[in-house]
T-cell receptor
Framework: GNSVTQMEGPVTLSEEAFLTINCTYT??????LFWYVQYPGEGLQLLLK?????DKGSNKGFEATYRKETTSFHLEKGSVQVSDSAVYFC??????????FGAGTRLTVKP | EADIYQTPRYLVIGTGKKITLECSQT?????MYWYQQDPGMELHLIHY???????EKGDLSSESTVSRIRTEHFPLTLESARPSHTSQYLC???????????FGNGTRLTVT
């Protein structure tokens, strides 16, 4: 069945550092891929998505590229801010196989 | 601004009580979901619905039940709460299979 594996945390970075959170997936078909972010005390919200191979999703300085050959969708940001501190979830969804989430990666950015 | 609403935000109740967690969405989405989120952050799907009068159990066995009498409303009920039910419960909805999920802000339940 479908599954998502993402980098274990927690991740602690200094402000303006480069961020990578790895995400790989297994799927039976051609899934859509998502990154969600969860700030303290809130539900998850969509950060970015990509629906086909080689698509790049981007939002708020974050980017992720759908790599079918490596079954990956790594999240990157060139310069993190304290306000980026949150939990990040990688997820996939495809027809007849509904949304699957990774275990979440907690990011803390220190000033 | 949230288009999916959960109430209450926080609930502390005693063992054996019956409770209903409310979830409503104003987007007309057919697909709705309940997730249980443990302190380690991982999300566990406990119930889902693909439309009115359609409900299914998710991956995680749960003693809760759900109903879907109206498109916009997907309440979750615990007939007899136990301390093991202490958790955060997140409701979500989406339009199509490749659409993103829209989440409510969650209900944090504590059973004493």
């Amino acid at each position: 069945g479908n599954s998502v594996t993402q980098m274990e945390g927690p991740v602690t970075l200094s402000e303006e550092a480069f961020l990578t959170i790895n995400c790989t997936y297994t799927a039976t078909g051609y899934p859509s891929l998502f990154w969600y972010v969860q700030y303290p005390g809130e539900g998850l919200q969509l950060l970015l998505k990509a629906t086909k191979a080689d698509d790049k999703g981007s939002n708020k300085g974050f980017e992720a590229t759908y790599r079918k050959e490596t079954t990956s969708f790594h999240l990157e940001k060139g310069s993190v801010q304290v306000s980026d501190s949150a939990v990040y979830f990688c997820a996939l969804s495809e027809r007849n196989n509904d949304m699957r989430f990774g275990a979440g990666t907690r990011l803390t950015v220190k000033p | 601004e949230a288009d999916i609403y959960q109430t209450p935000r926080y609930l502390v109740i005693g063992t054996g009580k019956k409770i209903t967690l409310e979830c409503s969405q104003t987007m007309g989405h057919d697909k709705m979901y309940w997730y249980q989120q443990d302190p380690g952050m991982e999300l566990h799907l406990i119930h889902y619905s693909y439309g009115v009068n359609s409900t299914e159990k998710g991956d995680l066995s749960s003693e809760s039940t759900v109903s879907r009498i109206r498109t916009e409303h997907f309440p979750l009920t615990l007939e007899s709460a136990r301390p093991s039910h202490t958790s955060q419960y997140l409701c979500a909805s989406k339009l199509g299979w490749n659409s993103p999920l829209h989440f409510g802000n969650g209900t944090r339940l504590t059973v004493t």
